[in-house]
């Protein structure tokens, strides 16, 4: 292959058909078949499935519990109920990930605290948590980002010297593992998106699991006043039943359940084959200056499905080169690269001042003890992740053709970087 690279009119590196590398979620005839019974049989709006699906997943995922929800958001916010989060308190978490890991805690009066993030690991640092805790927090959220597991050792070490419950985002891990156990089961209790583009992919839904039984009946309270009747047996929430404590229906769609059982099937399989392509990616770039890999390769841990996977950028490297020239010529090539992750949350303006609820002030501090927005400092390596890290493609079928050829679109890139600065 020629050196001269494709944005300076060179050929393209990636050639090569996709051949269905990228497709997702994989819909067969059972998923469909599975979707339309439950319109034939007019049961939209029931449970049966819902249970059974809850069921089968607590199951795979080694939990005593698990409770379905119409979404990810709304899994994360029942988990917060369920631990207890409420007015007045705090909750830590990290300033890099999707904003449903964190906000949800606004509408329960609490305020979200933000800490930093490794910046190799892009999930939140144990010590900037450490940092944050106060008499105040009431939970601690742990992200497993773009599917690498967090540090749950040290995180767990601050949850039991504080008696701090920790909540779990697995929305980028399913099926992910951490020393030899199961992302999601290791704190108080896991919640997590399964929208159509996460990698455990039924529709839009979310689910939430647990082994704390207690944990698991706040959830049903707080939004699914139909299951009241099972599930509440402590007094305080058993005189209530028969309205949801939040005023609100979480229970997911039996589309998505039927889906979901259907999906269940075959996840660890699939699952597997995406390891296997995005380490074949990951192998071939392993010598290139200026990229890291972004996965973990320690014994009894995996990246599950390996959601929306990024790379670990190096300027220095290749001489101050910005990771936005460099993604730039990556896609000249014919593969798939964008600069930067989710935006640092701390930074947004719905966090310093918006009043959202009209407490005529801003509904991050209107219920806090302090003024949390102090805390919003020493955050550098979220302040500058963006350009020091990048999207790539996520492999879903092992295709090792196409699969080289992406990777040495980011090779020829790499090692012909000074024709980029030259042009820059």
Not at 88 to 110: F, N, Q, R
Not at 263 to 278: G, N, P, V
Not at 281 to 292: K, S, Y
Request: glycine share 8%.
């Amino acid at each position: 292959m020629t050196d001269t690279l494709a944005i300076h009119d060179g050929p393209s590196a990636v050639t090569a058909a996709d051949d269905g590398i990228f497709e997702w979620p994989i819909i067969t005839e059972a998923d469909e078949e599975a979707a339309l019974s439950v319109l034939r049989e007019g049961r939209m709006s029931d449970t049966d499935i819902t249970k059974r699906f809850e069921a089968e997943y607590a199951d795979w995922q080694g939990t005593e519990y698990a409770l379905g929800y119409n979404n990810g958001t709304a899994s994360l916010q029942g988990a917060m109920y369920g631990v207890g989060v409420g007015v007045g308190d705090e909750v830590v978490g990290p300033t890099i990930s999707y904003w449903a890991a964190m906000l949800p805690c606004l509408e329960l009066g609490a305020t979200p605290v933000f800490a930093d993030v490794d910046p190799e690991t892009l999930c939140v640092d144990p010590e900037s948590v450490a940092e944050r805790v106060t008499e105040n927090t009431a939970a601690i959220v742990v992200v497993h980002n773009y599917g690498h597991p967090a540090d749950m050792d040290a995180i767990m070490e601050i949850s039991r010297d504080h008696d701090i419950p920790v909540i779990e985002d697995v929305s980028h891990a399913h099926g992910g593992q951490y020393n030899g156990e199961a992302l999601g089961t290791i704190g108080d209790v896991g919640a997590m998106s399964m929208m159509a583009r996460k990698s455990f992919a039924i529709g839009e839904a979310g689910m939430l699991v647990t082994d704390d039984h207690s944990i698991y009946e706040r959830a049903v309270a707080y939004s699914h006043y139909s299951r009241h009747s099972e599930v509440l047996e402590s007094e305080d929430l058993a005189k209530y039943a028969g309205l949801p404590f939040g005023g609100k229906k979480h229970r997911m769609h039996q589309i998505s359940a039927a889906v979901g059982r259907v999906q269940l099937e075959y996840y660890d399989e699939r699952m597997a084959e995406i390891q296997k392509a995005m380490h074949r990616f990951w192998d071939r770039l392993e010598d290139v200056p200026g990229l890291r890999p972004h996965r973990i390769e320690s014994e009894g841990s995996t990246m599950g499905g390996w959601y929306a996977p990024k790379g670990i950028y190096v300027p220095e490297e290749l001489d101050g080169l910005p990771v936005e020239r460099f993604a730039e010529a990556v896609v000249a090539e014919g593969s798939q690269c964008r600069k930067g992750c989710n935006s640092a949350l701390h930074e947004h303006p719905l966090l310093d001042d918006a009043d959202v609820y009209g407490h005529g002030t801003p509904t991050r501090i209107a219920n806090a003890a302090r003024d949390v927005r102090e805390t919003d400092t020493d955050l550098p390596a979220a302040e500058g992740i963006q350009e020091r890290c990048f999207a790539v493609p996520w492999f879903k079928r092992y295709r090792p053709d196409v699969i080289d050829q992406h990777a040495a679109a980011f090779r020829k890139v790499a090692e012909n970087h000074e024709a980029l600065l030259e042009t820059a």
